[in-house]
Nanobody
Framework: QVQLVESGGGLVQAGGSLRLSCAAS????????MGWFRQAPGKERELVSW????????YYADSVKGRFTISRDNAKNTVYLQMSSLKPDDTGAYYC??????????WGQGTQVTVSS
C-alpha cells in the first residue's frame, strides 16, 4: 500500500506556472511508475504524463507536450509536475497515481488547478 498526497495547486493567470508535488508514504515510490491525471468539470479523467520508475522514460499527452515536465526524486519519495505556459484549458483537478502491473492502482485525493484568462 502507498498513500499519495498532492499539493501545489492554485489559481494562476494564463501564461503562468505552477509546480505540483505528490508525496508518498507507506512504500517507496521507486517501486512504481508514476502518473499525473487531470479531470476538468464535466469531462473524463485524462492521463497527462507518466514517468518510469528510474525516471529515464516519460510520456506526455499532446495537449501538454513542451509545457509540462514530470520528474521524480525517489530519495524524497516525491513526484513533481512542472507546468508552464498554462492555459484556461488546463483547469481541473490534478491527481497523481501509482501503477502496478499495468493498472493505476493508488491515487491521491487531487489538487485543484484553475487558470484564468
Amino acid at each position: 500500500q502507498v498513500q499519495l498526497v498532492e499539493s501545489g495547486g492554485g489559481l494562476v493567470q494564463a501564461g503562468g506556472s505552477l509546480r505540483l508535488s505528490c508525496a508518498a508514504s507507506g512504500r517507496t515510490l521507486s517501486s512504481y511508475r508514476m502518473g499525473w491525471f487531470r479531470q476538468a468539470p464535466g469531462k473524463e479523467r485524462e492521463l497527462v504524463s507518466w514517468i518510469s520508475r528510474s525516471g529515464e522514460l516519460t510520456y506526455y499527452a499532446d495537449s501538454v507536450k513542451g509545457r509540462f515536465t514530470i520528474s521524480r526524486d525517489n530519495a524524497k519519495n516525491t513526484v513533481y509536475l512542472q507546468m508552464s505556459s498554462l492555459k484556461p484549458d488546463d483547469t481541473g483537478a490534478y491527481y497523481c497515481a501509482a501503477q502496478t502491473l499495468l493498472r493505476w492502482e493508488y491515487w491521491g485525493q487531487g489538487t485543484q488547478v484553475t487558470v484564468s484568462s
